[in-house]
């Protein structure tokens, strides 16, 4: 497996997408389920389902993106307890088929966007974070929500590495896990989540870079300060918080002005939010999206 430190001129090499394509071969996919639509609202045809489960970054196995289907075929989702704590009036763990029975899924059809500038179309099944929220009742404190994932070196060898500060931890500002597009998603393509795509619950944040939609999580607290994730600690001036899909501000090592479709071959123009703005662009209102990237 590839180190995760390598640093040329300050700047890490790898990235929070993972690495470049390689020739090497995962596991064969589960077939697909039933889906509602083949397109998303702009009228983009869905990636294929095994673009979407076999072209995976998940740095807890690996950093192959073509390699985490096999490294994660058996990685244990069951049984699986989510843990909602922090500033809350209602602390609250829920076994996985409990909140399942308690926050039916429903079909979301998103737009994924990587901060290496590829991106794919996905029917994700999930349900609203909001109502999750809403249900544990944030004190007036609560500013911002803090994701953490799984803790299991024996089961995903990339956490045995110490470059990076396990477990993987994401955060968002209340508003914005408030919004009704960010979602817990428990499936794709009509099926449960595979292990490769952060089973059995992963975060969703479609007008975000990929790797704020933190995987397999356990713990979510309510906080009063910023969490900081992963990324923000590996090189934080690469990957700030927000992390908020944006045309007009590069990474330092890559343009964000347009992007590669998996699935095609030509480049198309990168859309403000991923193309959300309509429903999330207030958020960010008299702020510098380019300062606080």
């Not at 999750?132 to 994932?149: D, G, H, I, M, Q």
């Not at 343009?255 to 403000?272: A, D, H, K």
């Amino acid at each position: 497996m590839r180190r995760f430190g390598t640093l040329v001129a300050g700047a890490w090499v790898l990235s929070a997408c993972g690495s470049t394509e390689t020739d090497s071969t995962p596991a064969a996919p589960a077939e697909p389920g039933a889906v509602t639509s083949t397109t998303d609202e702009l009228g983009d045809e869905l990636t294929s389902f095994d673009a979407v489960t076999g072209y995976n970054n998940y740095y807890e196995f690996t950093t192959d993106k073509e390699s985490v289907a096999s490294l994660a075929k058996d990685f244990q989702t069951t049984p699986w307890t989510l843990t909602v704590g922090g500033m809350v009036a209602k602390p609250q763990t829920f076994a996985l088929e409990d909140l399942m029975k308690q926050f039916p899924s429903e079909e979301r059809i998103y737009r994924l966007r990587c901060v290496e500038g590829w991106s794919m179309v996905i029917p994700w099944l999930g349900f609203s974070l909001q109502k999750l929220l809403t249900t544990v009742e944030p004190t007036s404190e609560a500013r911002y929500v803090r994701f953490e994932t799984v803790s299991r070196p024996e089961e995903m060898p990339g956490q045995r590495d110490d470059y990076f500060r396990w477990p993987y931890v994401e955060g968002l500002r209340l508003d914005e896990a408030m919004n009704d597009l960010t979602l817990i998603s428990t499936g794709l393509y009509g099926k449960q989540l595979l292990p490769q795509n952060g089973a059995p619950l992963r975060l969703v944040v479609p007008w975000k870079y990929g790797f704020k939609s933190i995987k397999s999580i356990v713990k979510i607290d309510l906080v009063d300060q910023p969490p900081q994730s992963l990324w923000m600690a590996a090189a934080p001036n690469e990957y700030g918080f927000y992390a908020n899909v944006n045309p007009d501000v590069p990474h330092p090592r890559w343009s964000q002005s347009s992007e590669r479709r998996i699935g095609e071959l030509s480049r198309r123009p990168t859309l403000r939010f991923n193309g959300y703005a309509e429903q999330v662009a207030h958020l960010y209102d008299g702020m510098d999206l380019k300062e606080n990237f």
